[in-house]
């Protein structure tokens, strides 16, 4: 029986105060978004939406049909690809690098949240139609986030040579990973399914795309997830006036700008922009665009265009300009009839610096969804919190401070002495009073023995806790080791861990997860599972 206890998000100490206080609707970030997720919200981000252009959609359902033709799709993922040339159907997106194997953990809650999401939206209005959205960041290329995963506290780690956008990698040399994967686990129940999940991605494509396409496909197209490659011709063929406006215009740059300075009075800013937010693909090369000496140059490359030719470079060939972290917002909700984003605290960061660029360009700001956050527990890990007496609220406290705690409260002995410092102090202060009537030159003296004294029994507290660390030495060990396994590297679980070591003793357990999490809570959800 699965169990699960939530907690705000709010209230953990994870997040930044800008995302604090968005999720929290203050005052003070107002401007920075347009709609907050509520249902009522979503009501009228979908009128706002109602007039997305047809031709857009025939477009859209054109390209994903030509993307997923190589896939398996699920029946209801066909009906949702289908569904996008209606009117009346919108989309929620999230999206993500390439990561090996899906990654850490939260990727797959990213994915859920967004699945949940369109059918908690069905449910609340049934005349129009809601599609899940997976959109794969092919043209990014910080191959260094994405070449690895953790299995069992081991990193498997992709060894390549890095370059260009990663989508269109080769997936030469992952067939070391897949060995090393089945060192790992080769003993363990349903060794097999991953076995076969992982060769028939990884060792059957030619590409990273393709390969996490069928991947994603595979774990979650029975709930009607559509995958989009935005790396497209057609698609980038309608951001064209948007990108020559960046190109000749700076628009991303002046408005983030902008931006940027009434979001520093406050809090931090995630992106800077650049003065082109572009970069230019060539020869499975990603370089940044320069404007310098009234000219267009090519990073690291000896291509230059005047702005003639640039623009001239852009409308016969829209497929060799990519957006930037900063740009591919405004792409997305371009070519998407989309209501919503769902990402993760840095993500939604980085959104919220952009809704002045929307304004100016006209495109509506889609609505901005925290992902789901979760930490899973074993059986084991169960028995483990009852044996050390933790309760759910230790469990965020840092892991010297929460063995400081543990230690006082399983201690025979009384090892704070808040009550003596408050002695102290009353005592010292009762001299205060009577330097004050005599001579005032003895008060700094008694100050400065009150300051002695006090110090001097936090040395005797400190001195009796490290006694007592030492005599409940199994016990500390024992939380640690716990603590290791749920926060590993001393981060949250969902940011290092795999699937796979879930995947490995259940195969349903994505579906386990779809059942118990939902998309518009704003919490961190300890899930309790028969594991």
């Known amino acids: 029986m699965n169990k699960i206890t939530s907690l705000p998000l709010v209230e953990t100490g994870l997040l ?32 706002k939406k109602k007039n997305f252009n047809q ?47 899906t990654g850490p953990l939260y990727v797959i809650y990213k994915l859920l949240t967004t699945i949940n999401l369109a059918e908690e939206l069905q449910n609340k209005f049934p005349e129009n139609y ?47 990973v897949f060995q090393q994967l089945k060192s790992l686990i080769i003993n363990q129940p349903n060794a097999k399914y991953i076995f076969d999940l992982f060769e028939k991605s990884y060792l ?33 063929s309608q951001f064209k006036t948007f990108m020559a406006d960046e190109l000749l215009q700076n628009t991303c740059f002046k408005e983030v700008k902008k931006m940027n300075i009434e979001i520093a009075k406050k809090y931090k ?4 922009p650049r003065e082109i937010n572009l970069f230019y693909l060539m020869n499975n090369e990603r370089q940044r665009i320069i404007f310098e000496d009234f000219q267009y140059k090519i990073h690291n490359t000896s291509k230059v265009f005047s702005s003639d030719e640039i623009i001239t470079e852009l409308n016969n060939f829209p497929e060799r300009f990519s957006p930037n972290v900063l740009m591919r917002p405004l792409y997305q909700e371009v070519i998407l009839p989309n209501l919503c984003y769902v990402g993760g605290a840095g993500e939604l960061a980085y959104w919220l610096q952009l809704k002045s660029y929307f304004d100016y360009q006209k495109v509506e700001f889609p609505i901005l969804l ?31 401070q929460l063995i400081n705690k543990k230690v006082k409260e399983i201690s025979e002995i009384t090892i704070d002495f808040e009550k003596e410092r408050k002695y102290l102090n009353s005592m010292f202060l009762n001299l205060e009073t009577i330097a004050s009537k005599t001579d005032k030159s003895f008060i700094g003296a008694v100050k ?49 861990k795999n699937i796979s070591e879930y995947l490995i003793s259940n195969e349903n357990i994505i579906d386990d997860l779809q059942k118990l999490l939902n998309p518009l809570s704003a919490t961190i959800d300890i899930i309790s599972m028969d594991l």
């Open 370 to 400: 925290h992902r789901n956050s979760a930490l899973i527990l074993t059986k084991k890990q169960q028995n483990q919190l009852k044996k050390l007496k933790l309760t759910f609220d230790d469990l965020w406290m840092p892991l010297p």
């Open 269 to 272: 800013v995630q992106v800077n």
């Open 55 to 101: 031709d857009k959609r025939d477009v859209l359902v054109s390209v994903l049909q030509s993307q997923n033709k190589i896939l398996n799709l699920s029946d209801k993922t066909k009906f949702n690809i289908l569904q996008l040339k209606k009117t009346n159907t919108f989309t929620v997106t999230t999206g993500h690098q390439l990561n090996l194997f």
């Open 448 to 496: 400065a023995q009150q300051q002695k004294q006090l110090n001097g029994l936090n040395k005797l507290e400190k001195r009796l806790l490290k006694a007592e660390k030492r005599k409940h030495q199994e016990y500390i060990n024992q939380l640690t080791a716990l603590h290791s396994e749920l926060f590993p590297n001393g981060i949250l679980q969902e940011r290092i």
């Open 130 to 176: 809601f599609v899940p959205i997976f959109w794969m960041a092919t043209e990014d290329h910080d191959f260094a986030e994405i070449n690895h995963f953790w299995v069992h506290h081991q990193k498997l780690e992709w060894n390549k040579k890095d370059g260009g956008a990663v989508g269109k990698l080769a997936t030469d040399g992952l067939n070391d």
């Open 16 to 47: 930044s105060n800008l995302i604090n206080d968005y999720l929290n609707q203050n005052q003070e970030v107002k401007d920075f978004y347009a709609h907050f997720p509520n249902i009522e919200e979503f009501k009228n981000q979908i009128n």
């Open 204 to 236: 059957k494509h030619s590409n990273l795309a393709d390969a996490n396409k069928y991947l994603i496909n595979e774990l979650f197209g029975k709930f009607g997830l559509v995958i989009l490659d935005g790396n497209d011709v057609q698609l980038k």
